[in-house]
């Protein structure tokens, strides 16, 4: 016989399975900050197409990577297949 604690055990766990099945559908904005320092009104006024920006970020810095306006990683740019990626680097705890 099943004792009562561990069915209640038992159907919290699934109860949660479902709210996380549920929550995984949710569509979340991701974003990397890629922030250009010094950049003014001009420099906006002056962009057109094949303008470069200098991030002035060396190989290998750290980006924020930010879902819902909240931080949850750092990462860096990387190449994966001719298209550019972001590498995470370390997870905010």
Same mark, same amino acid.
């Given at each position: 016989?099943?004792?009562?604690?561990?069915?209640?055990? !038992?159907?919290?766990?699934?109860?949660?399975?479902?709210?996380? +099945?549920?929550?995984?559908? =949710?569509?979340?904005?991701?974003?990397?900050?890629?922030?250009?320092?010094?950049? !003014?009104?001009? &420099?906006?006024?002056?962009?057109?197409?094949?303008?470069? =920006?200098? !991030? $002035?970020?060396?190989?290998?810095?750290?980006?924020?990577?930010?879902? &819902?306006?909240?931080?949850?990683?750092?990462?860096?740019?990387?190449?994966?297949?001719? &298209?550019? +990626?972001? $590498? =995470? !680097?370390?997870?905010?705890?």
């Amino acid at each position: 016989m099943e004792s009562r604690p561990a069915q209640i055990a !038992t159907d919290q766990s699934l109860d949660e399975e479902a709210a996380w +099945a549920r929550l995984k559908g =949710l569509v979340c904005q991701l974003s990397v900050e890629v922030r250009i320092p010094h950049f !003014t009104v001009r &420099n906006l006024l002056d962009l057109a197409p094949g303008s470069v =920006l200098d !991030t $002035r970020y060396e190989e290998g810095s750290h980006l924020p990577v930010i879902v &819902n306006g909240q931080i949850i990683a750092w990462g860096e740019f990387d190449v994966v297949d001719e &298209n550019l +990626a972001v $590498r =995470l !680097t370390e997870l905010v705890s």
